[in-house]
């Protein structure tokens, strides 16, 4: 049979392109895994590749200077996985730290693990990733909280100063308050403990999660703790006598005036502020999208099922060289990006 060539170049162009599979604003992206696998007969690896430094740029809409992915396979060129019919599972890790301020951009963002053409509805994910970072608060971006809350302890503090300046035998430590309220006013990084992530396919091509809604939690968590912890200092507030039934006798007219009337003040513009950090309020929302993320790990857990000798011969791959399938991870924003294959 004559060999039909146009068909061998079109295959061969095809494999050339198989490295390029996201394109974020025209700009490929460089990070991520490679995994070769190929038939028992042929020793091809599945490998991780040495971590690639990604130059990032706002304008592309990447939300790191620094990211690189790798693979928990554990196998080597040494060491491979063969095809066997086989359901393998393998962890995706994300690490990227520099992060970039893409507040004026829209969209949401998303951890992503594009899948290569000839793995295609080979790969799903294995239960919920994995989400940590150092999230960076821009200046001002707290204001409307901070105005609440110094407008409470505000007014706390003129009501206390004058229930002494009434009852001079006693005396009403405040420090606990302060000090609380200098981790709200201070607070320019928050740190997250490991978050679930819910994964999402996108047909066979990709697998994503939608990070937005895990900043929130990790921002809401924090904050609440912080309030929380000024409002209990708030609430252990008493007076306590300089000495002598007179000394007593003052403390006790103070620690009524304070539960009676004081306290629950206070708790009433207290809780506006609490409303701030409740879940799917807009302040949240805005301060998500302002944030900048630190350092940061995404963990995308997936089962990866074994293609077979045909489906790889029938998909374009040449079969005398090992086969290599090129995974991408990297973390952007959504409304920047297309798929390309």
């Known amino acids: 049979m004559k060999k039909d060539y146009k068909k061998s ?17 025209g700009t490929s992206i460089a990070a991520g895994v490679m995994l070769g696998i190929i038939p028992i007969s042929m020793a091809t690896p599945l490998f991780t590749i040495g971590s690639q430094q990604v130059h990032a740029d706002v304008i592309s809409g990447q939300l790191f200077n620094n990211l690189s992915t ?26 990227a730290n520099s992060g970039l301020d893409v507040s004026v951009i829209n969209g949401t963002r998303r951890a992503v693990l594009a899948i290569p053409e000839e793995m295609q509805g ?32 505000t007014t706390l503090v003129g009501a206390v100063e004058g229930l ?36 999402q396919m996108q047909g066979d091509e990709y697998i994503y999660g939608e990070l937005d809604g895990a900043l929130e939690t990790v921002i809401r968590e924090n904050l609440s703790n912080i ?19 007179l000394g007593d006798a003052a403390a006790g007219t103070i620690n009524t005036a304070l539960a ?16 701030l950090v409740n879940v799917g309020s807009s302040f949240l929302g805005n301060l998500a999208d302002a944030s ?16 077979t000798y045909a489906d790889l011969t029938n998909a374009g791959v040449d079969m005398t060289v090992p086969y290599e399938a090129g995974f991408i991870g990297t973390i952007l924003k959504s409304d920047l990006y297309c798929f390309e294959y």
Request: aromatic content about 4%; overall charge negative; proline content about 6%.
């Open 9 to 25: 170049m079109n295959q061969k162009a095809r494999a050339k392109s198989r490295s390029k599979k996201i394109l974020l604003a």
């Open 70 to 95: 790798t693979n928990t396979s554990g196998t080597t060129a040494a060491a491979p996985f063969p095809l066997q019919g086989a359901s393998r599972d393998v962890d995706f890790v994300i690490s």
């Open 122 to 153: 080979l790969v799903t994910p294995n239960g919920t990733g994995t989400f940590y970072t150092d999230i960076l608060l821009p200046g001002n971006s707290l204001a409307p909280l901070l105005n609440i809350v110094d407008g409470a302890v």
């Open 164 to 199: 002494i300046n009434l009852n001079p035998l006693a005396t009403v430590n405040l420090s606990e308050v302060y000090e609380q309220l200098a981790l709200l006013n201070n607070l320019s990084t928050l740190t997250s403990a490991e978050v679930e992530l819910q994964l």
């Open 227 to 245: 309030l929380s912890g000024i409002n209990n200092a708030v609430q252990a507030i008493e007076a306590t006598s300089t000495g002598g039934l």
């Open 260 to 275: 009676v009337t004081v306290k629950p003040a206070f708790n009433l513009t207290f809780n506006t502020a609490l409303a």
């Open 292 to 307: 900048i993320l630190g350092e940061t790990t995404v963990t995308i857990p997936t089962t990866i099922q074994d293609p």
